[in-house]
């Protein structure tokens, strides 16, 4: 293949993007953002249909989370995410954004201490991921989710990085998505009875 070849065919492939062309960042995170958040509908689906089959033992298992804790960790994580989206702001006002990124960065952080100290209380009460489904569920929805937010502080830390504004509308992007997956845990697996 020839190097004009190679080129016409990249430039066929950055234009095809359809409906994903539109979306700030890049097009291939979207692609991933929308298998993330169909894995996340899958497994809040089977936990809310589990809770459906077995009301009782959801209800006694819910009993034993710490929903305070869990909404200091929403507010931590929503904030992180405001700050995400001020450091595009600032980059697209000429500024680096990386004083906002490390502070949304060192917010996030707070997310996974509050989630460590909310899993070692249900350890140090004799709860693991064999208690029961509830438990079983909880554990691989909320780990699966703290393990995004790991991701999501590599992705900003790249972003700052490497900080234009398309790659910080693409780390951003990815920030939100573990932003709102959290805001659909949240009330599925603390709050709804």
């Known amino acids: 293949m020839t190097d004009a070849a190679v080129a016409d065919t990249a430039e066929e492939i950055e234009e095809g993007w359809g409906p994903l062309d539109g979306l700030p960042g890049n097009p291939m995170m979207w692609i991933l953002i929308l ?5 996340f509908a899958i497994l809040l ?7 459906a089959l077995h009301p009782a033992e ?8 710490d929903p ?10 929503v904030t ?10 600032s980059v697209r006002r000429g500024g680096t ?5 490390a502070a949304a960065m060192l917010i996030g952080s707070s997310f996974l201490v509050l989630k460590g100290i ?14 029961d489904t509830f438990f079983t569920l ?46 659909l845990i949240f009330p599925t697996l603390y709050l709804l009875r």
């Open 97 to 101: 954004g990386r004083p906002q990124l």
């Open 58 to 65: 959801f209800a006694a298992s819910q009993a034993h989370l």
């Open 118 to 131: 909310e899993y070692g209380r249900e350890f140090a009460s004799g709860i693991g991921i064999e208690t």
């Open 45 to 51: 689906a089977g936990f809310s249909i589990a809770r």
């Open 68 to 77: 305070l804790l869990a909404g200091l960790a929403t507010i931590a994580l």
């Open 35 to 39: 298998g993330e958040m169909l894995v």
């Open 138 to 183: 909880y554990f691989l929805i909320t780990g699966f989710h703290a393990l995004h937010v790991v991701m999501g502080i590599i992705v900003l830390a790249i972003v700052a990085w490497r900080n234009n504004a398309e790659n910080i509308e693409t780390g951003t992007a990815f920030w939100h998505m573990v932003d709102l997956v959290w805001i």
């Open 80 to 89: 992180s995410g405001w700050l995400a989206a001020r450091a595009l702001h």
